[in-house]
């Protein structure tokens, strides 16, 4: 999601000095920088003036951070939160590549399955958790369905469209050299897939941390969501606070982290 | 008309062997028709010869139906009516004996060069490293070599054609199907090409069954030409431009024979313009 | 799907999930699932008690208000990403982060923030509709094909001429499925806003139906939420459609 094109179509300066001064300040390092500095102190300041008590500013989060970090708190609530977490992406990422894989493939099981997912999709599916929490208790197994249910839908129809999206000209090229239907899929149609089902793994880690801290702050406060809410009903929100931008940072991370594990395994035209 | 230009308004199987040529053809089509879902009547009835080493064009407007024959050649697409035989025995899907290169190249953009090249050899299960040797040769004839372990999109459009040029001489087929190979590169690349594939046609022993919609381009590098009309399209003429080769390029494409041909081919095609 | 010659419209299929959610609601299983037949017949029960119209009402007028919000911030943000370098720049990288981080982690901070009222289900749609829309209308104006521009301005267009009949219209399919994914991204997050603070709209609804173990009740709500989104889903859709038809052409 880089921009590669330079500036277009700016106004040519005349003198080289103030040039090279604009060239450095709209360099897309430096501009992210900024942008992430004058964000930081907008919080900063705001924090001050104070907008409102339950508003730390960010050198109290960052202190709030500290302390959590200090005394365990924050590494034993991720191990807790993951937990759940990394079964329910891992069996979301299996099935849903492996029914979107075969509806693509397969019209009658597309014509059977797909519709529920249209729907999963469009759907609110967070009000199904006390639900959930009826029929699998408080314990590990409603908060991994909770994330099954968040994350699958977007890996289902991304990979049963890329499936179906592969280009025309490639399958028949394949066929054209004798290609046999298993050589088909897996030399020409499934690495046509990959970029698009990994966006969906993408869309689908993204909805499975929504999903796991949802579940941690209605089913029964463990982990992150734990750290959350009970710094919330002792306000201490520095704590509170600190634990949201630990676990926002956290996915954000592990999603670039996705990207870069596809870009480098999968995608030799995607390289720089 | 120009004397050399043998011109036919009901050509077919009546026309005398070639002077000098393998008589044996190695494609035949008969009456072949093809409709497709939604009713639109592609080809009706074809009947062609595809003379053996020989480069033969299908010319014919846009939209006319080229691209449908060959790939009904290819046993890419079934046809609705009629029949094609290659080397004798009746197409009922892709064979080995044919190869396809794609107006689109059809690059696995996933894929080096020397893998796109070796593909078909990798579907038929050859070897690793015999398949990549036979890939080298290739992709050096086509001149690329050094580009092996590329991918297609580094490279330029005619650079990429070369690799899908590459892939099906890799397979040694006896018959290499072009659809508009050269629509998508630029002008000089296209003369260039052109004149490779002239000389491929003089050194491989390969047939070609190649598709045009360039009047000149088709003059330029064909043995015999097949005009085909507006859809549903039909054989309207057969052209044998008996280009005197091998001299200077520039100076062939003044020559007043090729122009001929080139004007008379002109004169067929301006009516279906109306 | 073509069965034997009579093609079987696509959605057809729900007819047989209907079926096979009925017997399995007859079984063991009807305790958390009850069968569909009775919860149809629960959703002509709840639909016009004063307290589903009261959460309705509710939760209807927070949701248009957050997403007028969304997309009279979200376009114009957009817009300016795309025609300018240095503000894409500097705002991208957040529109991303939004974009990808748990927003229902945030639900807490705006919880504690603005209170448990309408304010917080309302910034609660803005925060998950927003920077969909924001993305996709960049993208949008971003693919608009520079000589469609130049053609403009060698016809003289001034920039507000430029902007209204190239601009808006060239990215318009882009805006519109931005403006779709937003708004069903933000049904979703106001269902995890009511869940979360279940004083307000049909959170209260939730809540009580959740604590009496009214699952028939709480079926029928699910299935009223769920025929929402999907019927905005489509709408939202053919509106796009029916704009984007020069999407592939430009
Ligand atoms: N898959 C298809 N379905 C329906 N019509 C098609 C299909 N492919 C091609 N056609 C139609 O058949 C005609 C011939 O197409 P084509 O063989 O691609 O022409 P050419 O290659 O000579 O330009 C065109 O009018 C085209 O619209
Ligand atoms: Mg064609």
């Known amino acids: 999601m880089q921009i590669s094109e330079l500036a277009p179509a700016l106004p040519a300066l005349r003198e080289a000095p103030a040039r090279r001064w604009r060239d450095l300040l709209i360099h897309p390092l430096v501009l992210r920088l900024l942008s992430f500095a004058a964000v930081l102190a907008l919080w900063e300041y705001a924090g001050r003036i104070p907008l409102s008590p339950a508003f730390p500013t960010f050198l109290e989060t960052l202190g709030g951070l500290g302390a959590i970090m200090a005394d365990g708190t924050l590494f034993k609530a991720f191990l807790i939160t993951l937990h759940p977490l990394v079964i329910g992406l891992t069996a979301s990422i299996l099935c849903g590549i492996a029914l979107g894989v075969l509806m693509g493939l397969h019209e009658p099981s597309e014509w059977l399955f797909a519709p529920i997912f249209v729907i999963a999709q469009a759907a609110p599916l967070a009000a199904l958790i006390p639900i959930l929490t009826f029929a699998y208790g408080i314990g590990l197994t409603a908060k991994v369905m909770t994330v099954c249910i968040m994350a699958m839908p977007v890996i289902v129809l991304n990979t049963l469209g890329a499936v179906r999206n592969t280009p025309k000209s490639l399958l028949e090229m394949g066929s054209s050299f004798l290609a046999t239907r298993s050589q088909s899929i897996r030399l020409i149609i499934l690495p046509a897939a990959s970029p698009m089902i990994f966006a969906g793994l993408r869309l689908g880690c993204a909805a499975a941390f929504i999903g796991v801290i949802l579940a941690e702050l209605l089913i029964t406060p463990t982990g992150i969501g734990d750290v959350i809410s009970y710094n919330q009903s002792v306000a201490d929100y520095p704590k509170m606070y600190a634990a949201i931008l630990s676990i926002i940072v956290f996915s954000v991370l592990f999603i670039e982290l996705l990207e870069r594990i596809e870009v480098t395994l999968f995608r030799p035209e995607a390289r720089p | ?274 | 799907m073509v069965i034997s010659g009579i093609r079987l419209p696509m959605m057809a299929a729900l007819l047989v999930w209907a079926v096979v959610w009925e017997i399995a609601g007859h079984t063991d299983a009807g305790f958390i699932l009850p069968p569909l037949s009775r919860i149809i017949w629960r959703v002509f029960e709840i639909v016009p008690t004063a307290s589903f119209l009261d959460a309705l009402l509710i939760t209807g007028r927070a949701f248009l208000l957050g997403n007028t919000i969304a997309i009279a911030v979200g376009v114009p943000l957009g817009i300016l990403m795309g025609r300018s370098v240095i503000a894409d720049r500097l705002l991208l990288p957040w529109v991303n982060l939004f974009l990808s981080a748990p927003l229902s982690a945030l639900v807490p901070v705006i919880m504690v923030l603005f209170g448990l009222g309408e304010t917080t289900i309302v910034l609660t749609v803005v925060l998950f509709s927003m920077w969909i829309i924001v993305l996709n209308t960049r993208a949008g104006i971003r693919a608009i094909s520079p000589s469609l521009v130049e053609m403009a301005r060698s016809f003289g267009s001034n920039r507000w001429q430029a902007f209204s009949r190239i601009y808006l219209w060239a990215a318009l399919p882009e805006i519109l499925a931005g403006i779709r994914l937003g708004v069903v991204r933000a049904v979703k997050g106001v269902v995890i806003g009511q869940l979360l603070v279940s004083v307000v709209g049909f959170g209260t609804l939730f809540e009580i139906y959740q604590s009496h173990f009214l699952m028939e009740h709480f079926w029928a709500l699910l299935l009223v939420l769920f025929a929402f989104a999907f019927t905005l889903n489509e709408l939202l859709a053919r509106l796009e459609r029916r704009f984007g038809y020069y999407a592939a052409a430009r």
């Not at chain 2, 050399?4 to 009546?14: F, G, I, V, Y």
Request: proline fraction near 7%.
């Open chain 2, 1 to 274: 008309m120009n004397p050399s230009a043998a011109m036919a308004s009901q050509p077919n199987r009546d026309l005398p062997p070639l002077p000098g040529r393998a008589p044996q053809p190695i494609v035949e089509v008969r009456s072949i028709s093809k409709t497709y879902a939604g009713g639109i009547e592609a080809l009706s009835g074809i009947s062609l010869e595809f003379p053996e080493g020989r480069l033969t064009t299908l010319l014919g407007p846009s939209g006319c139906g080229k691209t449908t024959l060959l790939k009904i050649i290819a046993g890419l697409i079934p046809a609705t009516g009629g029949q094609v035989l290659v080397d004798g025995r009746e197409v009922t899907g892709p064979g080995p004996e044919r190869a396809f290169v794609f107006q689109d190249f059809a690059l696995m953009p996933w894929a080096s060069v020397i893998r796109n090249v070796a593909f078909g050899l990798e579907l038929r299960g050859v070897a690793h490293s015999e398949r990549e040797a036979i890939a080298e040769r290739h992709i050096a004839r086509v001149g690329l070599k050094g580009f092996e372990r590329k991918y297609p999109h580094e490279l330029s459009g005619g650079m990429r054609q070369r690799v899908g040029l590459a892939r099906a001489l890799a397979v040694d087929a006896k018959v290499v199907l072009m659809d508009e190979p050269f629509s998508a590169v630029d002008e000089q690349t296209r003369r260039k090409f052109q004149e490779e594939l002239l000389e491929l046609v003089a050194n491989e022993g390969k047939s070609f069954i190649f598709v045009t919609h360039s009047i000149e381009e088709a003059v330029y590098v064909s043995d015999r030409i097949a005009l085909l009309s507006r859809r549903p399209s039909r054989v309207s003429a057969i052209i044998e431009p008996q280009i005197q080769r091998g001299g200077d390029p520039e100076k062939i494409r003044r020559d007043s024979a090729y122009l001929d041909v080139v004007e008379a081919i002109w004169q067929q095609l301006r009516h279906y313009l109306d």
